[in-house]
């Protein structure tokens, strides 16, 4: 099993940054993609961005050039930095992980972030 704990949402206004973490635990021997989902209130949940074990990223349209993943091996940890935030960015964000040969995904809690004046 993994655990998956995400911190540093909140409230933010229009234009603002934010930067997600999510700290990975327990059989982390073998992750392989961790990454961000994000879902708002009669919404799907909807990727966010990816990155796998290499490296290698992948973002949805809408956060091309805005939303940034990173991500710290040693550490077990994967960070979302959010610039020029949207009032439609508003949404709970979790965080995901995935294991080489194993078919199960594992998330987190989901942290909140609210873009409002």
């Known amino acids: 099993q993994v655990q998956l704990v995400e911190s540093g949402g909140g409230l933010v206004q229009p234009g603002g940054s934010l930067r997600l973490s999510c700290v990975a635990s327990?059989?982390?021997?073998?992750?392989?993609?961790m990454g961000w989902y994000r879902q708002a209130p009669g919404n799907q949940r909807e990727l966010v961005a990816a990155?796998?074990?290499?490296?290698?990223?992948n973002y949805a349209n809408s956060m091309k050039g805005r939303f940034t993943i990173s991500r710290d091996n040693a550490k077990n940890t994967v960070y979302l930095q959010m610039n020029s935030l949207k009032p439609e960015d508003t949404a709970v964000y979790y965080c995901?992980?995935?294991?080489?040969?194993?078919?199960?995904?594992?998330w987190g809690q989901g942290t909140q972030v609210t873009v409002s004046t």
């Open positions: 990155i796998t074990s290499s490296g290698s990223t």
């Open positions: 327990g059989s982390i021997f073998n992750i392989n993609t």
């Open positions: 995901y992980a995935d294991r080489l040969f194993v078919p199960e995904t594992y």
